[in-house]
């Protein structure tokens, strides 16, 4: 498996993980009232945070036992690390928009944050899998 594969599984398991701690550190605060209302910046800043020293550590410990020729990226390497970040940036686009339109109908900064967070975490997924899909697959560059 090459590395940039990896890192690729990586960014899945990480994005996954954090993403339910945060639903659950959210949800299980939830109680009858309005789940707009539940304090939710602290739980998505720290799952933010760590998911991203989370990454880095694990991307470094994939490089360092990887062998020195695995670490060597080749041009397929390169396209498909550009396939992927464009069809996983979709997602991104897609977030600033749901947040603009949400900011525009006045809804609660609870709805905005969380709109644009799961965009994001859709963008990696769908990116990662984007990848390891074309890995896997084959790729036919565009």
Avoid: C
């Avoid at 993403?19 to 799952?47: M, N, Q």
């Avoid at 928009?97 to 975490?121: C, K, P, Q, S, T």
């Amino acid at each position: 498996m090459a590395v940039e594969e990896k890192r690729a599984w990586i960014m899945i398991v990480v994005t996954v993980v954090s993403y339910a701690v945060y639903l659950a550190l959210v949800l299980g605060r939830s109680g009858d009232g309005p789940i707009a209302e539940e304090p939710y910046a602290a739980a998505l800043l720290w799952t933010v945070g760590s998911a991203i020293a989370a990454s880095i550590l694990l991307h470094i410990t994939v490089a360092l036992l990887s062998p020195e020729e695995g670490r060597i990226k080749d041009q397929r390497d390169r396209e498909i690390h550009h396939f992927g970040d464009h069809i996983g940036q979709s997602f991104v686009v897609v977030g600033g928009v749901a947040g603009l339109v949400l900011a525009m109908a006045e809804a609660d900064r609870f709805w905005i944050a969380n709109a644009i967070y799961l965009a994001f975490v859709l963008s990696a997924l769908l990116g990662s899998t984007a990848k390891i899909f074309a890995y896997r697959t084959g790729f036919q560059p565009w």
